[in-house]
C-alpha cells in the first residue's frame, strides 16, 4: 500500500499481514532507528561523563570500565524508551514516527517480550551477525529477526 502523508510525500507504508494489520513503512522505521541510535549512545556518553567511568588512562587498564559503559548504555534506554515501551509498545523514535511494537494479532506487546526477548538481540546481533536482523524488513513480512524471536509486529500506531 501507498500513502501520501502529511507532507504530501507518497511512501510505501507496508503490507497488510492478513489480519488488518498494516505494517509500517520501511522510512518510518528506518527513520525512528536513527533516533533511537543517535539518542541513546548521546544520553549515554552524558551518562559516562556525568559519573566519571573514564576519567583517567589508567581506568583502560582494565575491562571495567566496558562493563560500566555497557552498563549505563541499558540505563540510557530505560530512560529514553522504558515508560514508553509500557505504556503504549514504542520507543521514543517509533512514537515521534507514529509506529509502535504490536503482537502478531494487533494487541500491545508485553513488556518482558520487549525487554528481555527484543532488546537483547540490538547488541547481540549487531556485534555477532552485523546488519543482517535489519535486512529482514525487506522480506514479504517486513518482520526482523527480533520481531520473529518476541512474536511482535511494528505496525502504524493509529491500529489496535
Not at 527513520?31 to 539518542?39: N, P, R, S, Y
Not at 514508553?84 to 521514543?92: A, C, D, I
Amino acid at each position: 500500500m501507498t500513502e501520501t502523508t502529511s507532507d504530501g510525500t507518497r511512501e510505501g507504508s507496508g503490507r497488510d499481514d492478513g489480519e488488518g494489520l498494516e505494517s509500517a513503512g520501511l522510512w518510518r522505521r528506518f527513520i525512528a532507528a536513527l533516533i533511537e541510535i543517535i539518542l541513546v549512545p548521546v544520553l549515554t556518553l552524558v551518562l559516562v561523563v556525568a559519573f566519571g567511568v573514564i576519567e583517567h588512562a589508567e581506568d583502560y587498564a582494565d575491562a571495567w570500565w566496558l562493563v560500566h559503559v555497557l552498563s549505563l548504555g541499558v540505563v540510557s534506554y530505560l530512560i529514553c524508551n522504558g515508560y514508553l515501551l509500557w505504556r503504549y509498545g514504542q520507543t521514543l523514535g517509533k512514537r515521534i514516527m507514529g509506529i509502535r511494537i504490536a503482537t502478531t494479532n494487533g494487541e500491545k506487546a508485553p513488556l518482558w517480550k520487549l525487554l528481555c526477548i527484543r532488546f537483547p538481540f540490538f547488541p547481540l546481533l549487531y556485534v555477532l551477525i552485523g546488519l543482517l536482523d535489519v535486512l529482514f524488513v525487506f522480506t514479504r513480512a517486513r518482520r526482523c529477526i527480533h520481531d520473529y524471536a518476541a512474536g511482535t509486529i511494528v505496525v502504524k500506531a493509529s491500529q489496535g
